[in-house]
Nanobody, 112 residues
Framework: QVQLVESGGGLVQPGGSLRLSCAAS????????MKWSRQAPGKEREWVAS????????YYADSVKGRFTISRDNAKNTVYLQMNNLKPEDTAVYYC?????WGQGTQVTVSS
């Protein structure tokens, strides 16, 4: 069955960086369109970034463009989200997904 396991979240100061990872299994990863989304307390889930199977095309929400980078390693069945210049408003649970499946999420907290 499809499994998506996120890791790499934590507490970071404003301006800091984190790299999230998502280990995938149960499907042909190299052809899968992968996504990251996030959900902050009291808010609806928000799409963050997506990447095509080859990694040749990447898409970002305006709120993270220029600060976040989505990438993938098809040999490792893993998708990443590099997050730089983090802001308090980036605080959320981050999820990776391949429609219609999503992982359990990893908490990112940006606070001084």
């Amino acid at each position: 069955q499809v499994q998506l396991v996120e890791s790499g979240g934590g507490l970071v100061q404003p301006g800091g960086s984190l790299r999230l990872s998502c280990a995938a299994s149960g499907f042909i990863f190299s052809s899968a369109f992968m996504k990251w989304s996030r959900q902050a307390p009291g808010k609806e889930r928000e799409w963050v970034a997506s990447i095509t199977g080859s990694g040749g095309n990447r898409y970002y929400a305006d709120s993270v463009k220029g600060r976040f980078t989505i990438s993938r390693d098809n040999a490792k069945n893993t998708v990443y989200l590099q997050m730089n210049n983090l802001k308090p408003e980036d605080t959320a649970v981050y999820y990776c997904g391949k429609d219609p499946y999503w992982g359990q999420g990893t908490q990112v907290t940006v606070s001084s």
